[in-house]
Structures are given as structure tokens and as C-alpha cells.
Nanobody
Framework: QVQLVESGGGLVQPGGSLRLNCTTSGIIFRFYSMDWYRQAPGKQRELVAS???????NYVDSVKGRFTVSRDNGKNTLYLQMDSLKPEDTAVYYC???????????WGQGTQVTVSS
């Protein structure tokens, strides 16, 4: 019933840009805080960016100034604009919807981002 589907990943050169999308269904999107996580091989899953139901944003230090998280409540969609990409940004990126404490949380399947020359 609930679905979070990421798209927009791919292979880009260092310094390039990519926009990730997370389309959702089965939840009242505007009530959920939304996050982007990433996980590189052999590393722990890392919270990259968050946007609250009210539009407040937070970023991990390593992406500040390069990534921008946004949401479109009319389209039930979360975005991550990634600029000035670095090889260390290479990871599977996951969309996360968080309705806690009143509701539960949900995860997407992930989309691969590879930054390499």
C-alpha cells in the first residue's frame, strides 16, 4: 500500500550535478518529515538531509552548500538536488518518510549514485 520510489540516480563525473526524486503514495505526505539517507559499501547508513513537514531543512556537514533538499506537497514528492558532486558521494541513496510518534516510518528501495571519472 505505502510506496516510496526513488529515481534520478546514475553515473556522473566529479563536479557534476544530479537530482534525485522520491515519489510517495499511501501516506498523507504533508504530515511526514522526509529524509535522504545514503549508504556506501562497507559503511554505515548516513543521514544526509532532512526536511520537516513545515519545510525546515538540515544537512550533514559534508554536503552543506552542495546539496539542497526540497519537497512538493502537491505532488507528494521529495527532491535532492546534488551539485559539485565528489567521489565520496558515491552510495545508494534512500528516501525515508517519518511520521513518528503518531505514525510509523517508511523506506524506499534506494537509487545508486556513482561519482567517477
Amino acid at each position: 500500500q505505502v510506496q516510496l520510489v526513488e529515481s534520478g540516480g546514475g553515473l556522473v563525473q566529479p563536479g557534476g550535478s544530479l537530482r534525485l526524486n522520491c515519489t510517495t503514495s499511501g501516506i498523507i505526505f504533508r504530515f511526514y518529515s522526509m529524509d535522504w539517507y545514503r549508504q556506501a559499501p562497507g559503511k554505515q547508513r548516513e543521514l544526509v538531509a532532512s526536511i520537516s513537514s513545515g519545510g525546515n531543512t538540515n544537512y550533514v556537514d559534508s554536503v552543506k552548500g552542495r546539496f539542497t533538499v526540497s519537497r512538493d506537497n502537491g505532488k507528494n514528492t521529495l527532491y535532492l538536488q546534488m551539485d559539485s558532486l565528489k567521489p565520496e558521494d558515491t552510495a545508494v541513496y534512500y528516501c525515508h518518510a517519518d511520521g513518528r510518534p503518531r505514525r510509523r516510518d517508511y523506506w524506499g528501495q534506494g537509487t545508486q549514485v556513482t561519482v567517477s571519472s
